[in-house]
């Protein structure tokens, strides 16, 4: 009798203990399918912002993409229709621009810039042929002197405002000296100037 009831006893507590333990692994089975949960909806947040993100860099870079080949066209379209109210025929100012066009081809400068510059030195020469290989040629000077972008369109400016004045002062030829001093000393060479000073070819 004795023995029964403490097997009932134990069995009740075991019971009670194995129920309670039960309930306990629940609990942490679903604290832990709670955190998985969690971390994976954190880790898809993360990669929707990455992938939200990717597709506002896609846009913004087709968008200017899109923009500068919409400017590009509407100066292509736009530059012969300028030069023949200046004068030139349409075949010469057509032929100006693809050659423009052609000619800064993977380089940094842009067609607005180098057509503007044409325009005023075919202005002033009254040659469009003579004016757009000589922007191409001082252009790829400046560049090939380490000039940036801006500071070719500078030399640019100033080197038709030198053309325009019909002499070349010191201030105008310090910018050319800063902006495409490569190309002014090896001018200078090809001149004659063993040195290359380019202040010597200013002098000459």
Request: no cysteine; charged share 20%; proline share 1%.
């Amino acid at each position: 009798m004795e023995s029964y009831s403490t097997q009932a006893i134990l069995s009740v507590a075991d019971h009670g203990f194995t129920a309670k333990m039960k309930a306990a692994a629940d609990s942490l089975d679903r604290l832990e399918t709670g955190s998985k949960k969690a971390s994976r909806g954190i880790m898809d947040i993360a990669k929707g912002v990455g992938v939200f993100k990717a597709l506002s860099m896609a846009g913004n870079t087709l968008s200017n993409s899109l923009g500068a080949a919409i400017d590009r066209f509407d100066t292509m379209e736009r530059f012969p229709k300028v030069m023949e109210q200046m004068g030139f025929s349409v075949e010469e100012s057509t032929k100006s621009i693809q050659d423009l066009s052609n000619g800064i081809r993977g380089l940094p400068t842009s067609l607005d810039g180098i057509t503007a510059s044409t325009q005023r030195i075919a202005v002033l020469t009254g040659n469009l042929d003579m004016a757009t290989d000589t922007t191409l040629a001082l252009n790829n000077a400046f560049l090939a002197s380490g000039s940036t972008t801006a500071d070719a369109e500078r030399g640019l400016n100033q080197y038709v405002q030198m053309l325009s004045k019909g002499s070349a002062d010191m201030q105008s030829w310090r910018t050319l000296q800063e902006t495409m001093g490569y190309a002014l000393s090896e001018t200078a060479k090809e001149l004659g100037i063993v040195t290359g000073n380019s202040n010597e070819l200013y002098e000459a």
